[in-house]
């Protein structure tokens, strides 16, 4: 199974950075699809960023030109670097991995960004 690590939360002040690590397991992780959600309470989660095994990306409107998706197939870790963070951030943040069909979720890493 491919198992999922999330770090690099906590509680930042609004226009702060955050960079989040996701360390992924798999003897072939540059096939996956990587993505990045949140869920702040009382809404849905939502799809933050994704990244291929192909190099494309995507990203929520509410974060264009605040965050980056990227990913380390050496170290099997795909990361999200977050700048300019904002109140309405403020979310549990979970790492996804499309591995052949199968969906795998890490168990989330809480972002507050608060004054």
């Known amino acids: 199974q491919v198992q999922l690590v999330e770090s690099g939360g906590g509680l930042v002040q609004p226009g702060g950075s955050l960079r989040l690590s996701c360390a992924t397991s798999g003897r072939v992780f540059r096939f996956y699809t990587m993505g990045w959600y949140r869920q702040a309470p009382g809404k849905q989660r939502e799809l933050v960023a994704a990244?291929?095994?192909?190099?494309?990306?995507n990203y929520a409107d509410s974060v264009k030109g605040r965050f980056t998706i990227s990913r380390d197939n050496a170290k099997n870790t795909v990361y999200l670097q977050m700048n300019s963070l904002k109140p309405e951030d403020t979310a549990v943040y979970y790492c996804?991995?499309?591995?052949?069909?199968?969906?795998?979720w890490g168990q989330g890493t809480q972002v507050t960004v608060s004054s």
């Open positions: 996804n991995a499309d591995a052949f069909g199968h969906d795998y």
């Open positions: 990244f291929t095994s192909v190099g494309s990306t």
